[in-house]
């Protein structure tokens, strides 16, 4: 019996890879067996040490997302060097200021909507003709319980998360008839770079992981607990699930990142 779980001969795409959530999905699609090629902005040393870590099973592409245009640069360069792509996950992304919506610049609305949710959309009208031909695909965004929680300093980010997830479901009714699934997953507060910072920005604690007493389970999500949900949704094993948003924050408040329990 073939294992249904595995990626094998697959080309998988992944927004934002070189560190923290994206850096843990390119890790599990690899191990279950896809061709991974992720995009960076900047951290070219983090970049470069994962390709050197999976020794062939990806490559990396800088990209920056914030300009239009090169999320479908990415996907092209990609699929001319690996094939066309059956797997897409955008999952790069920037925290916004926290500055209120009285303070908040038409400058940072725009780049917080072009590198969430326009660049995702630009890396799917690339991607789709492929997954089209190959019979079908699947499409994850990573979005955030922010999206639904939509409190007081966010705007930015949360109005980005909730068009991201706006794509997905408009994308899951297109597509559905093209074998292509698309869902989204909804992390809370994460262990990464940009977890750390979030924490820093509200309390005295110096990282997301100091909080883990608090959280359900204890601990805070780590990166290997939404890459373990996105492997799942790449796969064949929930072929059957489109237009879903899997919350990934241990059964805590489904609204807030902070967790109250
Ligand atoms: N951390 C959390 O608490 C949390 C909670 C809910 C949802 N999320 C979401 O999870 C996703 C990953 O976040 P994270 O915590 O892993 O963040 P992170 O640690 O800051 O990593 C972000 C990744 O995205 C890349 N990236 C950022 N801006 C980019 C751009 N303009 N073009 C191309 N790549 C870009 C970064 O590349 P470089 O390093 O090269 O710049 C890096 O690989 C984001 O969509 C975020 O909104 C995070």
Redesign the pocket.
């Known amino acids: 019996m073939p294992d249904r779980t595995r990626l094998d001969g697959r080309v998988a795409l992944v927004?934002?890879?070189?560190?923290?959530?994206?850096?843990?999905v390119v890790r599990r699609l690899a191990e279950l067996g896809a061709e991974v090629a992720?995009?960076?902005?900047?951290?070219?040393g983090?970049?470069e040490e994962l390709v050197a870590e999976l020794d062939g099973r990806a490559s990396a592409y800088?990209?920056?997302?914030?300009?239009p245009g090169?999320?479908a640069e990415?996907v092209a360069a990609a699929s001319a060097d690996l094939g066309a792509p059956t797997v897409l996950v955008?999952?790069?992304?920037?925290?916004s200021s926290g500055r209120s919506v009285e303070h908040t610049t038409q400058e940072e609305y725009l780049?917080l909507y072009?590198?969430?949710a326009l660049?995702g959309a630009e890396a799917c009208t690339a991607a789709l003709p492929g997954m089209r031909t190959a019979g079908g695909g699947s499409i994850v965004f990573?979005?955030?319980?922010?999206a639904r929680g939509l409190g007081a300093g966010l705007a930015p980010?949360a109005m980005a998360?909730a068009a991201?997830e706006a794509l997905a479901s408009v994308l899951s009714f297109e597509e559905r008839t093209n074998g292509i699934r698309v869902n989204v997953v909804?992390?809370?507060?994460?262990?990464?770079?940009?977890?750390?910072?979030?924490v820093r920005a509200g309390s005295a604690s110096s990282a997301?992981e100091s909080l883990d007493a608090h959280y359900p389970f204890g601990r805070?999500?780590r990166?290997e607990d939404?890459a373990d949900v996105v492997g799942y949704l790449a796969g064949d094993t929930s072929s059957y699930l489109t237009r879903q948003t899997v919350v990934v924050n241990g059964g805590g408040n489904p609204d807030t990142?902070v967790h109250e329990g």
């Open positions: 927004t934002g890879g070189s560190r923290g959530v994206g850096r843990a992720f995009c960076y902005r900047r951290d070219v983090a970049a800088a990209a920056d997302l914030a300009t090169a999320a990415f955008h999952n790069a992304g920037i925290a780049r072009q590198v969430h660049a990573v979005s955030s319980v922010v980010y998360k991201v909804a992390p809370g507060l994460v262990s990464t770079e940009m977890g750390d910072r979030l997301a805070v999500c990166p939404v990142l």
